[in-house]
DNA sequence: TCTGATGCATAAAAAACTTATGTATATTTA
DNA sequence: TAAATATACATAAGTTTTTTATGCATCAGA
């Protein structure tokens, strides 16, 4: 569905990073609030999107609150102590990622 | 066997850009040129390279010379015409995907 | 002479994501 | 008011990509 295959991996650092900014977020909140900002670049979808949030509770980064609204479900998703800590190392290595890859295809940056 | 799995989906972005660069290089140095531009940060790996290049030269983005050194063969890829378009186009995409990334990760960014 | 580096390769398994499908409620539009 | 679209969750099958594990062979240095 998405033209590029990069953001494979990056699920993960994205959803942590807005959820430590919005302090809580539903699924399909999470992947409007991407597409927004994305500019409907990258589509978060559902099959990625679920099984990767229930991922991220097993592993304990965050924590689950059922809310009904009317007739219908939401789940609010919110970081935990741990969630946060490896929010921190995610996205230092983004930031580690972006500076090699700039290394690897942009020879001027080899030096700095 | 890398950290973090944030590479996934680029190598073929590094492969092709460094052979734009290097003009022709064989897969063992390639792997040498990523870990000593990245100080090994980023191992490219024999199952993740060979493979790979096979799959770059069946799309017709590389040409293969093989050479003898000594009792030895080393294969010398290099970027055919359509490899050459196709590292620029993924080289934007990797612009793209970093614009996006900094945007969803950096909240200031996104008025930019 | 043996260890590590050079240089290729492939196969099995795991990981991550896509595609497709399913269920159900709420809202908008023709 | 019926139909289409949006909201909101979920999972299963399939594909792609990468990891892990082997394997083979040459060459250089201690």
Redesign the interface.
Known sequence: MN????????LA??IL??LN?YDKMYGYEIAQK?RE??KG??KLTEGALYPLLHKLKVQGLLDVEVVKIGGRVRKYYKLTEAGTKETVNK?A??E???K??R???N?RS?DS
């Open positions: 033209k590029t295959n990069l953001y494979k991996g990056s650092t994205i990073k807005l900014e991407v900002i994305t670049d990258l996205l290595e983004l580690r990622y972006i090699n890859m290394a690897l295809v020879p080899r």
